[in-house]
């Protein structure tokens, strides 16, 4: 447990110190107009307060990674922890702040919109689309993991459809309407739910004092099928959203479009981060208990979301075990909606479509929630159909957490200069590797083609991979500075 409490020290220290630190880099202004108010519309564009936004913001990106995602991290050992605490502090929370910043500054410009400027036409209509595919991804993830859980857990025996369809009733109500009528409004009851369940199972700890392995006692891989699940890269894989997620900055510009000084960017998207961190944390340490040999229940071979049920029932009383379970239900259904109503601002960004008139919202999400509905048929008919998702969401979403630290290095390099570049530069290149590296180390059940290839070569080639883009960023900062 000391390892426990030492991380989450750190990822408060981090907050402080490293967060102040980006900050001051960025140049927050307090006296600088805001979109919310230049542009307030009464849909998207809508002044509101700091601790709604935040709350809005944290529920946003939290979804069900840092939780699934951080119980299945946590079979790799206590490198998870580690992932968790850095990657949060010096990846994920500075992606998250400093493309929620630039967004700011362009007008609440949506992720795309921010890639092109900073790496080109090509890449914007590239990203347009990927970040779309995404998007919907989100929306089918986040619709079956809180639909399956509520039908487990409430209404057993009901047709799985059932939830579905509420669910998907709901998304589109959110993806329609004003963003302080309904998100705006309901967001506060979710946020309790979660925040609840994160504090239950930190009590449990200080009562049940569980034995997890310790940073001292070794960085060795313990996932029980440790040969096809080397910890580099499919441990930074699977944690995703609990350390760095590139659909946190496609949320991001949300928030933007709300705040009403600069000031609110460390806690809100800074800030954010750290408590998804620290959420992330919190299940990763009780995860590593009942993969553990101490452990009073045998977890082998359940899904993520099954042990989220053994942790609540096996920790808690039943109304203690209900509010945790619908506390992840709540996580997953406060992404999945934004996630819609993110794809239809994209959108609309592309194509310069006014949104103001709901005419023109529902033009747009109408193909995306049919395009929605025929994936998640396709999840529920096919067994491994579900598993196949979140693979290719994993992956898609860590993609986009690389290009967008590319982004932010090519504008810190322009608007800051020195070397201050370094803070995202380092992290693009490690994720640059991650990404590269999945494809061609990870075996093909997991959605890489590790099955064909040496694992040696797989490596390679993933280090190709991050050699061409520092060869490419080196080009261009050479002729930027020319220029």
């Not at 506060?188 to 006692?217: C, R, T």
């Not at 208990?289 to 452990?295: A, I, K, N, R």
């Not at 979301?305 to 009383?317: C, E, L, R």
Request: aromatic letters at 12%.
């Amino acid at each position: 447990m000391i390892t426990f409490f030492i991380a989450l020290a750190i990822l408060v220290l981090g907050y402080l110190i490293y967060g102040k630190f980006v900050e001051k880099l960025f140049g927050a202004d307090p006296n600088r107009a805001t979109p919310a108010t230049t542009m307030a519309d009464g849909v998207d564009y809508v002044p509101m307060k700091p601790w709604k936004v935040f709350l809005i913001q944290f529920l946003n990106i939290a979804g069900v990674g840092p939780i699934i995602g951080a119980i299945m991290g946590a079979q790799f050992g206590t490198a998870s922890f580690l992932w968790i605490v850095l990657g949060s502090i010096f990846a994920g929370a500075v992606h998250d702040y400093l493309s929620g910043m630039i967004s700011l500054r362009d007008k609440g410009a949506s992720l795309p919109e921010i890639h092109g400027t900073y790496l080109g036409n090509t890449a914007r209509q590239i990203m347009r689309g990927f970040t779309i595919i995404l998007m919907i991804l989100v929306g089918v993830v986040f619709i079956n993991t809180p639909a399956t859980l509520l039908n487990a857990n409430f209404t057993q025996g009901w047709n799985p459809y059932v939830w579905i369809i509420i669910i998907l009733a709901y998304y589109l109500i959110a993806t329609l309407l004003p963003i302080d009528k309904v998100i705006g409004k309901i967001y506060p009851i979710f946020g309790i739910l979660l925040l609840s369940m994160a504090v239950a199972i930190f009590i449990a700890f200080i009562i049940y004092k569980p034995e997890i392995p310790e940073l001292w006692s070794g960085l060795q891989n313990r996932h029980p099928d440790a040969a096809n699940n080397p910890i580099f890269p499919m441990m930074f894989i699977s944690i995703a959203c609990g350390a760095i997620s590139g659909f946190h900055a496609t949320q991001s510009p949300l928030m933007a479009r709300c705040m009403i000084n600069e000031k609110q960017g460390r806690p809100i998207f800074y800030g954010a981060m750290i408590t998804e961190g620290i959420v992330a944390l919190i299940w990763a340490a009780a995860a590593a208990y009942f993969f553990g040999p101490d452990s009073v229940v045998d977890v082998t071979g359940k899904s993520g979301a099954a042990i989220v049920g053994v942790i609540a029932n096996t920790w808690f009383t039943p109304v203690i075990a209900t509010i945790t379970i619908l506390g992840v239900i709540s996580a997953a259904v406060t992404s999945g909606d934004t996630a819609m109503r993110s794809a239809r601002l994209i959108l609309a960004d592309f194509l310069h479509f006014d949104q103001k008139p709901i005419k023109n919202r529902l033009i747009l999400a109408i193909p995306l929630f049919v395009i929605a509905a025929v994936i998640l048929v396709y999840s529920i008919a096919d067994a491994k159909g579900f598993q196949v998702i979140w693979r290719y969401f994993a992956w898609v979403n860590q993609v986009l957490a690389t290009v967008t630290l590319w982004a932010i290095t090519v504008y810190l390099c322009e608007s800051k200069g020195k070397h201050w570049y370094f803070i995202t530069f380092i992290p693009a290149l490690f994720m640059t590797m991650v990404t590269g590296c999945f494809l061609f180390v990870a075996k093909g059940a997991d959605g890489g083609l590790g099955s064909m290839l040496p694992r040696p070569v797989g490596y390679g080639i993933g280090a190709a991979i991050t050699l061409i883009g520092l060869i490419a960023f080196l080009v261009w900062k050479r002729k930027h500075k020319a220029a």
